[in-house]
Every structure is written in structure tokens, then in C-alpha cells.
């Protein structure tokens, strides 16, 4: 009686692993293809090209020299980057934020238009 019980559970706890991970595969197909959308707008991107593009950020952070967030209040976006290299100019676009933190980067790039 116990192994059916538990039978059951493994079945049941089976199901939502797949339901789950089908999901998640859609999602990240999803994010693949938005990737490849943005990839030439985001693709070789630098804190210096952000700058000279929209100019002089509100706030810039700079964290044990691996990462840099340039903050644009005024649009409510943070750019954010990670170094690539050794040298100082080897920065990668790592992600982009709007005010409402969502993380969705359409959403911010209608924020800062400068970028698009």
C-alpha cells in the first residue's frame, strides 16, 4: 500500500516537473529570439558608447573593478556592465533595467531612446 502511495506521488511530482520545465524551455526560447532581436542595438555595447550616445549618467558605479552601472534617473534606467579583460576598456553589456525593475530591456530601451 505504502509503495502505491508512494508511486502516485512520484507520478504526480513527475507531471509538474515536465509542465514546469516545458515552460521553461517556451521562456527561454522566447528570450533567445528577443536576444537575437536586440543583439545589434546591445550586442557591442560599452559604458563609453552608452556615454557619448546619452551623455553624462546621473550616478556611476563602479564595483571591485568587475562591474559598472551607469544610472539615468531622468529615464528611470541603470545600463549595466562586466569587465571582459584585463584592460580598462573591456567592458560587456551584461543587462538594462528600467524605474519599475523589471527587467524588461524593450521596456527600458523606450526609456532611453539614445540607445536605440
Known amino acids: ?45 560599452t559604458p563609453e558608447e552608452v556615454i557619448r550616445r546619452c551623455g553624462t549618467p546621473d550616478l556611476q558605479t563602479e564595483s571591485d573593478l568587475l562591474f559598472r552601472e551607469l544610472s539615468y534617473r531622468r529615464s528611470g534606467v541603470v545600463v549595466k556592465f562586466v569587465r571582459n579583460g584585463p584592460k580598462e576598456v573591456d567592458w560587456m553589456f551584461s543587462s538594462i533595467n528600467d524605474s519599475v525593475g523589471r527587467g524588461d530591456t524593450r521596456s527600458a530601451l523606450d526609456s ?3 540607445l536605440k
Open 1 to 45: 500500500m505504502l509503495v502505491k502511495i508512494a508511486l502516485v506521488v512520484l507520478g504526480i511530482v513527475g507531471v509538474i516537473v515536465l509542465f514546469k520545465g516545458a515552460d521553461y524551455l517556451v521562456e527561454l526560447r522566447h528570450r533567445e529570439t528577443l536576444d537575437a532581436d536586440l543583439k545589434p542595438v546591445l550586442g557591442g555595447l
Open 112 to 114: 532611453l531612446p539614445c
